[in-house]
DNA sequence: CGGCACATTGAGGTATGTCAATCTTAGTGG
DNA sequence: CCACTAAGATTGACATACCTCAATGTGCCG
């Protein structure tokens, strides 16, 4: 990790691309930028373990990184694939409990931390804010609870075609290696892989390593409804 | 449902089981309960539907509910079972979303609701109280990966075996119906009620109905250990 | 260029889903 | 208050999709 000293007003742009802060008007959004840090992270290396105190709300602006959960067993489970620009670690930074999970960049990933007695004083001063923080996390429960009706449901295969239809983008880049993306839909590697090439010849969809397209959405949906239940 | 017009002062006090509410000084909670309802609702109604508009934040008080998310096959699957005291829809009602999601009652049930512009009021005058419902909100979100966490992972007597174990009771009675409970496990009714038997056997777990209870705690613990992985 | 992690493909076992029949419980109405 | 009815729960038999183990192929990073 390297946090750099960026020329004022960068890190008031990169704030500008994240949700919550978009909203912002640009002298709250420079306010707050002057007292934010900017860091870089290397693949591989983590944002933060599981435990530590929430001290800075992170707003991943390059990059990408999964959100680990370690089990009792110490086995670990991916719950969030991030892509930027997206929030983490917002809410206990705001609540002040400690880290719930580990998060690891899956690339070379840029951040801005904003302290946590930035932020709180941001939310002291605008209970707007405040709601557009609220907005965001009623984003992730969504996805949350849309993935958990969506685990254990359909077959493998279905189940990796939805979630690419869900990513909303006719082509696109995994967001992690393979054998994440598969723990993160309850799938192991292999059967992963086999989903793919099932979907390859019958679900209109092209992958060539971490690069999908969808050829043919009408038939990607068309296979999804054939596959319905489990 | 049956809106109650309850003498003064009873509202308040249904408030102050609630979390979020608790920690508010007496006469702010009596000035937001002067502006709440009170409603009873009879086991299988409907507390509210996916899209109906969030016009208030909804303090399960007694009785219990699940919560259903519809899949674009039709089916319902169970993302939530909630026991009062507990806050419902407080993030849509904040955001101005719909509601994402259907809540039926598992018994009948009593809600103080507390209309949408009373709660945004609150949230403005006391920026304490915002990050108190951003608490629960959090508390949420750490059951939803958790869930998640859980799901896929381990096999069924196991899955169920550690959700009772997180109950944290060494007794109680199941939230919701079996099949309900089940289907929240990510588990079809036959093999929720196999595993079941098979902690009857070899966890150290009594169930009989709707009650269960821990007979031997380290029985249980000892059970998950040696069923650690999938 | 070499080593290692990841990805793919194959074969086989098993837990869970599915279908079906019986038993139990709770809710309804006389 | 009791009998009736329907929904839920349980148990068994069977099919199958996924996990596991293993071997090979591929790409990436040092």
């Given amino acids: 990790m390297k946090t750099l000293q960026p020329a004022a007003g960068v890190v008031a742009r990169h704030l500008a691309t994240l949700p919550a802060f978009r909203g912002l008007n640009a002298s709250d959004r420079e306010r707050i930028a002057a007292e934010a840090f900017l860091r870089m992270y290397t ?5 933060f373990h599981v435990g530590d105190p929430a001290t800075a709300l992170l707003g991943l602006v390059r990059g990408s990184a999964r959100v680990l959960r370690t089990r009792p067993d ?28 580990t998060a690891v960049c899956g690339e070379d990933c840029m951040v801005v931390a904003i302290p946590r007695t930035v932020l709180v004083d941001a939310v002291r001063k605008d209970p707007e804010f405040a709601l ?9 429960l969504q996805q949350l609870t ?3 009706a969506r685990h254990g449901q359909r077959n493998a295969a279905a189940r990796v075609g939805a979630w690419i239809l869900a990513r909303d983008a006719p082509s696109g880049v995994l ?13 192991q590697p292999e059967t992963f892989s086999r989903a793919l090439a099932v979907l390859r010849t019958e ?6 390593g971490d690069a999908f397209r969808i050829l043919d959405r009408s038939a990607l949906e068309r296979f999804l409804n054939t596959h319905e239940s489990s």
Avoid at 132 to 140: E, G, K
Wanted: glycine residues 10%.
């Fill in 43 to 47: 693949r591989g290396e983590a944002l």
């Fill in 74 to 101: 110490g086995q670990e489970k991916v719950v969030h694939l991030l892509t930027a620009p997206v929030l983490v670690a917002e809410v206990p930074t705001l609540t002040g409990e400690a880290l719930p999970a």
């Fill in 132 to 140: 557009r923080i609220l907005a965001v996390v009623f984003d992730r």
């Fill in 146 to 148: 849309r993935a958990l």
């Fill in 175 to 187: 967001p992690a290696a393979k054998k994440d993306v598969a723990d993160y839909l309850g799938l």
């Fill in 203 to 208: 679900g209109g969809v092209e992958v060539e």
